[in-house]
């Protein structure tokens, strides 16, 4: 397991003081507690890195225990699964594997004691009766006629409940504190029932199981834990916790520390609401990329490295919020960036003869970007026939096409200008296939056009079923106002079987490895592939594809928006199509920067849509900045802090210039740029003062390089072993997480070259 970096927040606040009083002795030990009741989702993902980080900075242990006290809802393979989640994320518990059901004993014996002091007893009252009497949070609560039963009646029936003279729900055993406290969950709460299941582990050892409240403190103190570490809805439940621990024979003295939970929007976590989704068959189980569990998101291609640094990223708080789906997406795009080797895939194929192509041809493309520093290329077989993207056609083409068109020229990625010639249609007029002419010099010559395009042979490619996912449902909180399942994404999963790949791809990929499909977005080959029958999964989008809607609906929904087609084109930019209608500037403004080289045609769109975002661009043109990279920075992240219009951004044009330059100059890395920008965001800082005081200016210092080599290795000894014996798959692991404990600041090529140095 790596070494995280040291966290601070409210909560290690707290154990520095303990550690400061000594009041543990100077030890620090967390726990996670799951109940054995479905599998981990990403909110279980946020509690894991917290405690097991937290032991780990402290140089402490973090125990991993199962909360197995309701037999009717738990499951041996819920308590595989979980271990195998947690030990994906990169976390080990050791020795220290726990269960509730090891202390049922103990716990008996406890609920006894409470008995014998006077401060517990066996009610008869049904449960609705139990819920009548408690009360409202104005009236106090009306105590059980049963509540003064004598210690020697109720040890006598706590013991009948025990050998299961009783059946189930006609005793329980509640404490006796205060029927008018004005924390209701203070008036007499249960602490045992009745229940005649089978358990996963005791058998049928036992017929009654204690509550959850009056167990889990107790396995705290127990197990010797310092700090207690629950979500915010649990700091109701601290009373009853000290009042169980102050009133038994308590081996230790834990205390409980209480932190928002994770709320993921377009997510829900509820472990009935996935178990619906599993049993009524929403999904196709546990694993369905779809779902937030830590199993979906395995098979997703989500990596443990981009969880860990979500959790990181959002921090740790005292107070709930709903967390952007956006920031999680972020961090995967920003692990598999590094890790993923560049490829093309048609996924909805377009036939295209090359009519002046003679003869087969052998093309070179890289597998990664120029600024990563890594040389390897992969062979692209060309031929008379090959497929393109069918929404990379359009016979009527819409202003600002890029792509091709009738009569209209693209280059193929890594190949030839080719310029469409004839349209080929059946007898329903669709479009089924075209043919085009090359130009055999275009690949040496220098000569541009507007538009590059992704290909695959016809001939040397290979089919191959790609999954498109998406976010499983469409609003932010799904059934905050209805039935959650009304608010399923009817397109989170789009099939598309006769995809083509690259026969590189073909020949290269394996279960379990990660792809980026050039303008497609990251992927993953799934466990279902088989041997010439490829899955892939998509991982996630190359930029994110939710916007916001102008004015907030009822539902709170958020508009999906697509590449624009000549079939439809989404809403925003049919909105900004109807103000550069109705403003010749801004109509302008569109073919003006259309013409640029190197800003594409959504980025354009982008820009020209509004008088505000224009003039901010040329402002930052003006101000130095490359136009094509001002583009790409207004239009693909600028865009991410704007609310409803640039004029709400803490930051000018002229920043934006700086902070292009910087990166355009090698100053800093692209990936350093974009947490500047964050920076900025937050602060309206400077980008220049950031990067000083940051410290994100590119490192290429073959000693700082090495220093970085060694950190990386001693944090990944595992991997580092596995890379030295010849896993050369883990190379760009290692790549990325230099990256990533750099800041981004880490030139990548001389990274690249410090790691297979240290091979040998």
Same mark, same amino acid.
């Given at each position: 397991m790596s070494k995280p970096d040291r966290m601070t927040n409210f909560i290690t606040d707290r154990i520095d003081g303990d550690l400061k009083t000594g009041k543990y002795g100077g030890r620090v030990v967390t726990r996670f507690p799951p109940e054995p009741n479905g599998y981990l989702h990403i909110g279980h993902a946020k509690s894991i890195c917290l405690n097991f980080g937290l032991a780990a900075q402290y140089g402490g242990r973090c125990h991993l225990r199962f909360d197995d006290t309701n037999p009717t809802t738990e499951d041996t393979e819920y308590v595989e699964s979980i271990q195998r989640d947690i030990r994906w994320l990169g976390f080990d518990w050791g020795e220290h594997l726990y269960f509730a059901s090891d202390y049922f004993e103990r716990m008996y014996l406890f609920a006894e004691e409470l008995i014998e002091k006077g401060l517990a007893y066996v009610d008869s009252q049904t449960l609705d009766e139990v819920r009548a009497g408690r009360g409202?949070?104005?009236?106090?609560?009306?105590?059980?006629?049963?509540?003064?039963?004598?210690?020697?009646?109720?040890?006598?029936?706590?013991?009948?409940?025990?050998?299961?003279?009783?059946?189930?729900?006609?005793?329980?055993?509640?404490?006796?504190?205060?029927?008018?406290?004005?924390?209701?969950?203070?008036?007499?709460?249960?602490?045992?029932?009745?229940?005649h299941e089978t358990h996963h582990r005791t058998g049928d050892d036992w017929c009654i199981y204690p509550m959850y409240d009056f167990a889990h403190c107790i396995e705290d103190a127990i197990e010797d834990c310092t700090h207690s570490i629950c979500t915010l809805e649990f700091e109701i439940n601290r009373e009853l916790y000290d009042w169980v621990l102050d009133n038994i024979s308590a081996p230790s003295r834990p205390e409980q520390i209480e932190f928002a939970r994770l709320t993921l929007a377009n997510t829900i976590t509820s472990k009935r609401k996935l178990l619906k989704l599993v049993e009524d068959g929403h999904v196709s189980g546990w694993d369905d990329p779809r779902m937030p569990t830590v199993a979906g998101l395995r098979r997703r291609g989500v990596t443990p490295e981009s969880i860990r640094a979500?959790?990181?990223?959002?921090?740790?708080?005292?107070?709930?919020?709903?967390?952007?789906?956006?920031?999680?997406?972020?961090? *995967?795009?920003?692990?598999?960036? !590094? @890790?993923?080797?560049?490829?093309?895939?048609? =996924?909805? $194929?377009?036939? *295209?003869?090359?009519?002046?192509? !003679? @003869?087969?041809?052998?093309?070179?493309?890289? =597998?990664? $970007?120029?600024?990563?520093?890594?040389?390897?290329?992969?062979?692209?077989?060309?031929?008379r026939h090959v497929v393109i993207e069918r929404e990379d056609f359009a016979e009527e083409a819409p202003k600002g096409w890029r792509r091709l068109s009738p009569g209209g020229e693209v280059r193929l990625r890594h190949g030839y200008i080719v310029r469409c010639d004839e349209v080929l249609k059946d007898d329903s007029g669709a479009v089924v296939g075209l043919k085009c002419s090359h130009d055999p010099d275009s690949r040496t010559s220098g000569r541009k056009v507007r538009g590059t395009i992704q290909w695959v042979s016809a001939e040397r490619g290979v089919n191959a079923e790609v999954r498109l996912f998406d976010r499983l449902f469409s609003v932010e909180k799904p059934g905050a106002d209805r039935e959650f399942l009304e608010d399923l994404n009817s397109e989170s999963l789009v099939l598309r079987k006769a995809a083509m790949i690259e026969p590189w791809l073909a020949d290269n990929a394996a279960a379990g490895q990660h792809y980026q499909f050039v303008r497609n977005g990251f992927f993953f080959v799934d466990d279902d592939s088989t041997e010439g029958a490829l899955v892939f999964n998509r991982t996630v989008t190359l930029r994110d594809s939710w916007t916001k809607p102008e004015v907030p609906a009822p539902s709170r929904k958020r508009t999906k928006t697509k590449a624009p087609t000549p079939a439809s084109a989404p809403s925003r930019t049919g909105e900004r199509d109807r103000a550069r209608s109705g403003d010749p500037e801004l109509a302008a403004g569109l073919a003006r920067i259309s013409a640029i080289d190197g800003v594409s045609a959504s980025d354009a769109d982008y820009i020209s849509g509004d008088r505000e975002t224009l003039q901010f661009f040329d402002e930052a043109c003006a101000a130095g900045g490359a136009p094509a990279s001002v583009a790409k920075w207004l239009a693909n992240e600028v865009s991410r802090y704007v609310d409803d219009s640039v004029s709400s951004l803490r930051f000018g044009a002229r920043s934006i210039a700086a902070l292009a330059c910087l990166v355009d100059d090698g100053e800093i890395s692209a990936t350093a740029g974009k947490e500047v920008l964050a920076r900025m965001a937050e602060t309206g800082s400077d980008p220049g003062d950031i990067v000083e005081a940051e410290g994100l200016r590119l490192i290429a210092d073959s000693g700082a390089i090495e220093e970085l080599v060694d950190r990386v290795f001693a944090d990944h000894e595992l991997e580092a072993s596995r890379l030295k014996e010849g896993e050369k798959r883990l190379l760009g692991f290692f790549v990325g997480a230099g990256m990533r404990a750099s800041g981004g600041s880490a030139d990548a090529g001389a990274l690249r070259a410090a790691i297979l140095a240290r091979l040998g």
């Open positions: 409202t949070v104005t009236e106090p609560g009306t105590a059980s006629p049963y509540r003064e039963r004598s210690v020697a009646e109720n040890l006598r029936l706590f013991r009948e409940m025990r050998a299961g003279e009783h059946p189930d729900g006609s005793l329980i055993l509640r404490a006796k504190i205060d029927m008018s406290s004005p924390n209701m969950l203070m008036r007499d709460p249960l602490l045992y029932r009745v229940r979500f959790c990181d990223m959002i921090g740790v708080a005292k107070a709930n919020s709903l967390v952007d789906f956006e920031k999680f997406e972020f961090c *995967v795009r920003s692990d598999l960036n !590094e @890790r993923s080797p560049r490829a093309m895939a048609v =996924l909805d $194929p377009l036939p *295209v003869e090359i009519t002046t192509l !003679e @003869r087969d041809e052998s093309l070179t493309g890289p =597998l990664w $970007p120029p600024d990563f520093g890594r040389d390897a290329e992969r062979e692209i077989p060309l031929t």
